[in-house]
T-cell receptor
Framework: GAVVSQHPSWVICKSGTSVKIECRSL??????MFWYRQFPKQSLMLMAT?????????EQGVEKDKFLINHASLTLSTLTVTSAHPEDSSFYIC??????????FGPGTRLTVL | QKEVEQNSGPLSVPEGAIASLNCTYS??????FFWYRQYSGKSPELIMF????GDKEDGRFTAQLNKASQYVSLLIRDSQPSDSATYLC????????????FGKGTMLLVSP
């Protein structure tokens, strides 16, 4: 399978701060990046889809001004949670796609907002 | 609304038994189907995918697809305690860059 890294793997922050999560595809070019989040005992929920060099498309109910996505290169995408609040505490997972039907996932970032 | 349904479980089987995990989906036009395994606190890892009706085998795993019944299953033979995890069914309801719709997952517990 594809090699995907995410950084940081976990982060604890105070309410009101911003957190940036990086996702890198290490062995292929990710023309499309999917960002998911997963609350405890829930399934993966797609937050947004971005194509390299274009603005991200957000799913209904996901605030684009709160979850800033940058997909500036074919190997790197970032998700910034701005002014994080406790309800944003979740497991954030990226999934880069090189165009093939199969999706692989990054190892995830666990965010805890105090 | 496009949906993927799975029994949340837990499904408990003894070591060495066959575990059968089931999934139904609502969109008859769905084209490809995936099974992921997710250990607690970890991200999903792909087990296998299937596109055509029938069975597809990979080691101890067999995926079964019945598009007429909108049903896909995963059989795990000779279950091991290390197979204990949540199994996510995902359906791609279009080609190319179309996104996956995930079920909520079935927790499998394999007892020694």
């Amino acid at each position: 399978g594809a090699v995907v890294s995410q950084h940081p793997s976990w982060v604890i922050c105070k309410s009101g701060t911003s957190v940036k999560i990086e996702c890198r595809s290490l062995d292929f070019q990710a023309t499309t990046m999917f960002w998911y989040r997963q609350f405890p005992k829930q399934s993966l929920m797609l937050m947004a889809t971005s194509n390299e060099g274009s603005k991200a498309t957000y799913e209904q109910g996901v605030e684009k001004d709160k979850f800033l996505i940058n997909h500036a290169s074919l190997t790197l995408s970032t998700l910034t949670v701005t002014s994080a609040h406790p309800e944003d505490s979740s497991f954030y997972i990226c999934s880069p796609s090189g165009g093939a039907d199969t999706q692989y996932f990054g190892p995830g970032t666990r965010l805890t907002v105090l | 609304q496009k949906e993927v349904e799975q029994n949340s479980g837990p499904l408990s089987v003894p070591e060495g038994a066959i575990a059968s995990l089931n999934c139904t989906y609502s969109d008859r036009g769905s084209q490809s189907f995936f099974w992921y395994r997710q250990y607690s606190g970890k991200s999903p890892e792909l087990i296998m995918f299937i596109y055509s009706n029938g069975d597809k085998e990979d080691g101890r795993f067999t995926a079964q697809l019945n598009k007429a019944s909108q049903y896909v299953s995963l059989l795990i033979r000779d279950s091991q305690p290390s197979d204990s995890a949540t199994y996510l069914c995902a359906v791609n309801m279009g080609g190319g860059y179309s996104t996956l719709t995930f079920g909520k997952g079935t927790m499998l517990l394999v007892s020694p």
